[in-house]
Each structure stands twice: as C-alpha cells, then as structure tokens.
C-alpha cells in the first residue's frame, strides 16, 4: 500500500508536489482510529510523519519529513505503542501519544519521545483530555498560537497550552 503526501499551494490553488511512501500493509498507526494509516504533524521543529510499518510492529514509527522537498530526513521507533492509543501530536520535536484511560469520559497523554533524548515518558505531563463523544479522531498542534486543537465526532476542541523550554545540559 502506498500513502501520498500531497504539497498544496493555497495562494495559487495548485499542487506543488507529491511524495510516495510504500508501506508493508495498511497497518493503522493509532488501534483505536484503524481508519488512520498516517498522521502527518507540523511544529516548530519541521513537518513529522507519524506511521505503523506493518500490523505486526507494535509501536508508532515517527519519520522527520523536509518541508521543501518531502524527502524523508531520519526514522525513529518512538517505542509507544500502538494498542490503546487514540492520538498524537508533536511539539518542539517531541511525540505526545493519548491514550484511553480506564474513565470512560477521559484520554490522557501515557507516552512520549523526544527527538533529542531530552525529554523520556517518565516525564510526560499529567494532562487528562475530556472525550465527549467518542476518541479523538485528530489532535493538531499550532506552534504560532500554542494550541492543540482536538476533534472529537465531529466536534472541534481547542486546549490552550503553556510550553517552557526544554533545558540544554
């Protein structure tokens, strides 16, 4: 099975360019969206593509895209696993995975990686999100406004974060 990456040109309405890439099968990245067989992602740090290898891979496969050419820049195994997870956004170069929770009513980040082995999942914030209707069929982070923007069946959510900087030893 082959995922198309499509560059788009808002101003002049037209396509720029396509990128190709062949995956063993049609593996979902998140089990609790089979529908979602990759998940691209933007931040601060670049464009991300979030993907299963095959069904048999259980964790979420991260791979940094360039933003002008689409080409694949460096693969990574977040070693989060796929099971139970619902959504994932990227900020600053680290994954945040949600996950379900046991209260049916609530998601909540349970694992992370950082690109730069700065941040582990030991780490990750106690942030819990309310589900409304049903999982998270997307969570999109905007570096410009720091939000998270959620969908839920449906319905957009909009979560204003506070970031601090990661620290360089």
């Given amino acids: 099975m082959d995922v198309q990456v499509v560059k ?5 309405g037209s396509v720029t360019d396509i990128a190709m890439f062949p995956f063993e099968s049609q593996a979902s990245v998140y089990s609790l969206n089979p529908e ?11 464009l991300w593509l979030l993907y299963a290898m095959s069904d048999s ?16 820049e460096q693969i ?4 989060c696993p796929r099971e139970n997870a619902e959504a994932a956004f ?3 170069g680290t994954v945040y995975v949600v996950y379900n929770t046991r209260q049916a009513s609530r998601s909540r980040i349970q694992c992370l990686f ?5 941040v582990v999942s030991e780490e990750a914030p106690l942030i819990y999100f309310p589900r409304r209707y049903g999982a998270h069929a997307s969570l999109k982070y905007n570096p410009e406004e720091k939000q998270l923007y959620g969908w839920d069946d449906g319905y957009q959510i909009i979560y204003r974060l506070t970031m ?6």
């Fill in 57 to 72: 891979e259980p964790n979420i496969n991260l791979a940094k895209m360039d933003p002008t050419t689409l080409d694949i």
């Fill in 90 to 92: 990227v900020v600053c």
């Fill in 36 to 46: 979602i067989v990759a998940d691209l992602a933007a931040d601060d740090e670049g």
């Fill in 8 to 12: 788009y040109d808002l101003m002049s």
């Fill in 76 to 79: 990574w195994d977040t070693r």
């Fill in 114 to 118: 950082d690109v730069n082995d700065m």
């Fill in 164 to 169: 601090k900087r990661k620290l360089l030893v």
